[in-house]
T-cell receptor, first 111, second 114 residues
Framework: KQEVTQIPAALSVPEGENLVLNCSFT??????LQWFRQDPGKGLTSLLL?????REQTSGRLNASLDKSSGRSTLYIAASQPGDSATYLC??????????FGQGTELSVKP | GAVVSQHPSWVICKSGTSVKIECRSL??????MFWYRQFPKQSLMLMAT?????????EQGVEKDKFLINHASLTLSTLTVTSAHPEDSSFYIC??????????FGPGTRLTVT
């Protein structure tokens, strides 16, 4: 059974810092991996999608990497801003098409 | 990008009543939609996979007679919580696949059962 773990559960940083969020998964037979952002009481916004054959994806200040063999992904946020404060969720899609989510990392960027 | 809407965004109902939540894909057709539940400070848990024109596939531990799913068209799936109880209070989110890869999520429905 696929399990997805995110570390840390919560993170508080001052504005301008670069930071890394971690995601690990137990079964490397994934179809893709997606990083989402969720604001309190809201739905999910897709940030980056990495196919199983890819190593990384970049969008603006965000960079996500994938190491399928070790079951790890990282989300790198450069020059963090208060507007980046949210919960970040990692999810892997298995071969059956289902998304399995991690518990999320609650990020707070202080001005 | 693809847009998924949900209605209502929040609902309060009395214990024992039923509540219907709609999920629509606004600018694309979705043969498959997914329903998730999220408790406070927890992650999303997949409840069921909704397939257009056929029965939904429920995850282990989810009561199919309590959470009725209907996917009558390529743009609409509904989740009906029957005989709701306070423990059913949660945040319900639907999603749909676009071209089999990226999943797009609705804004969620906050259900409170009193």
């Amino acid at each position: 059974k696929q399990e997805v773990t995110q570390i840390p559960a919560a993170l508080s940083v001052p504005e301008g810092e670069n930071l890394v969020l971690n995601c690990s998964f137990t079964d490397s037979a994934i179809y893709n991996l997606q990083w989402f952002r969720q604001d309190p009481g809201k739905g999910l916004t897709s940030l980056l999608l990495i196919q199983s054959s890819q190593r990384e994806q970049t969008s603006g200040r965000l960079n996500a990497s994938l190491d399928k063999s070790s079951g790890r992904s990282t989300l790198y946020i450069a020059a963090s801003q208060p507007g980046d404060s949210a919960t970040y969720l990692c999810a892997v899609k298995n071969q059956g098409g289902k998304l399995i989510f991690g518990q999320g990392t609650e990020l707070s960027v202080k001005p | 990008g693809a847009v998924v809407s949900q209605h209502p965004s929040w609902v309060i109902c009395k214990s024992g009543t039923s509540v219907k939540i709609e999920c629509r894909s606004l600018d694309f057709q979705a043969t498959t939609m997914f329903w998730y539940r999220q408790f406070p400070k927890q992650s999303l848990m997949l409840m069921a996979t909704s397939n257009e024109g056929s029965k939904a596939t429920y995850e282990q531990g989810v009561e199919k007679d309590k959470f009725l799913i209907n996917h009558a068209s390529l743009t609409l799936s509904t989740l009906t919580v029957t005989s709701a109880h306070p423990e059913d209070s949660s945040f319900y989110i639907c999603s749909a696949n676009l071209s089999g890869d990226e999943q797009y999520f609705g804004p969620g429905t906050r259900l409170t059962v009193t």
